[in-house]
């Protein structure tokens, strides 16, 4: 069955720590892999990976796909309270259902 | 702005009753995807439309149906409404293609539809 696994599902830092959050997959026919920040409201895009070894970045934010090991991370620096959301990882597909998403990994960023 | 316009916001109703949650995607995306997220929950994929046609079946319950019109906005309708079904209701657009060909695009979230049922 295909699936995708987050860890840690919840993590406690503070301001101005860094953080790795971890997204690991088993499914079929695999396209691409997307991270998305949820705040209280809709999940907003943040990366997508599609080749293995080449970090995408955005500021503070950074990720990278393996897809010899079937993972990616995400990175934030120097978080800010602003940091806090559900992170979602979430893999695309060719065929069947396309986008595969994890449980989410709830980051609280104290100050 | 996403693009995703999803109505009604905000949904109050009944156990029993029978409810409709419509979504317009981003213009020019033919996929359409229906999620429910509950309190604390993951997103559970419910359905996915791809040019008026379903294309993938999440662990849809039989209460609940979708479909996706000529004009592509799609509607999500929930039928005796149980009080487990409060929720946010999503839905997401992509303008991917179903085959491999298709352009690879990431999904576009609308606001939700929150329902509470009481």
């Known amino acids: 069955e295909d699936k995708v696994v987050q860890s840690p599902l919840s993590l406690v830092v503070h301001e101005g720590d860094t953080v790795t959050l971890n997204c690991s997959y088993e499914?079929?026919?695999?396209?691409?892999l997307l991270w998305y920040k949820q705040e209280k409201k809709a999940p907003t895009f943040l990366f997508m990976l599609t080749s293995s070894g080449i970090e995408k970045k955005s500021g503070r934010l950074s990720s990278i796909l393996d897809k010899k090991e079937l993972f990616s991370i995400l990175n934030i620096t120097a978080t800010q309270t602003g940091d806090s959301a559900v992170y979602l990882c979430?893999?695309?597909?060719?065929?069947?259902?396309?986008?595969?998403f994890g449980p989410g990994t709830r980051l609280s960023v104290l100050p | 702005d996403s693009g995703v316009t999803q109505t009604p916001k905000h949904l109050i109703t009944a156990t029993g009753q029978r409810v409709t949650l419509r979504c317009s995607p981003r213009?020019?995306?033919?996929?359409v995807y229906w999620y429910q997220q509950s309190l604390d929950q993951g997103l559970q994929f419910l359905i996915q439309?791809?040019?008026?046609?379903?294309?993938a079946k999440g662990n849809i319950l039989e209460r609940f149906s979708a479909q996706q019109f000529p004009d592509l906005h799609s509607e999500l309708n929930l039928s005796s409404l149980e009080l487990g079904d409060s929720a946010l209701y999503f839905c997401?657009?992509?303008?991917?293609?179903?085959?491999?060909?298709?352009?690879?695009?990431?999904?576009?979230f609308g606001e939700g539809s929150r329902l509470t049922v009481l």
């Open positions: 997401a657009s992509s303008a991917r293609g179903f085959r491999s060909g298709g352009h690879t695009g990431e999904l576009f």
């Open positions: 439309y791809y040019n008026g046609e379903e294309r």
């Open positions: 979430a893999v695309d597909r060719f065929y069947g259902q396309n986008f595969v």
């Open positions: 499914v079929t026919n695999f396209r691409s």
């Open positions: 213009s020019g995306d033919l996929s």
